[in-house]
Nanobody, 124 residues
Framework: QVQLVESGGGLVQAGGSLRLSCAAS????????MGWFRQAPGKEREFVAA????????YYADSVKGRFTISRDKAKNTVYLQMNSLKPEDTAVYYC?????????????????WGKGTLVTVSS
């Protein structure tokens, strides 16, 4: 099995920045596409950002384009989410997820492994 551990969540004021990290273990990191998803209170989990197996392609939800950046460090088996210009509506539990070769990696139902999440709270 693949284990994912998120870190970096916390409280930040609107307009501020935060960087989330996701450390992966238990598998061949380069064989997995990685993604970030989030879930706000009372809402369904939604896609935020994803990066391909090679790390050469990235994808973002329209709501975060231009503000968030996903990246991966293969040497550290870690994926990051740099969040800038944060808004109160970004408040949610952020989850790291992994998808093995062969399939989309931006849909909640398709992801193979999940971390336990880290809470991000943006105050106004």
């Amino acid at each position: 099995q693949v284990q994912l551990v998120e870190s970096g969540g916390g409280l930040v004021q609107a307009g501020g920045s935060l960087r989330l990290s996701c450390a992966a273990s238990g598998g061949t990191f380069s064989s997995y596409a990685m993604g970030w998803f989030r879930q706000a209170p009372g809402k369904e989990r939604e896609f935020v950002a994803a990066i391909s197996w090679s790390g050469s392609s990235t994808y973002y939800a329209d709501s975060v384009k231009g503000r968030f950046t996903i990246s991966r460090d293969k040497a550290k088996n870690t994926v990051y989410l740099q969040m800038n210009s944060l808004k109160p509506e970004d408040t949610a539990v952020y989850y790291c997820a992994a998808k093995y070769f062969g399939g989309s990696y931006y849909e909640v139902r398709n992801m193979d492994y999940w971390g336990k999440g880290t809470l991000v709270t943006v105050s106004s």
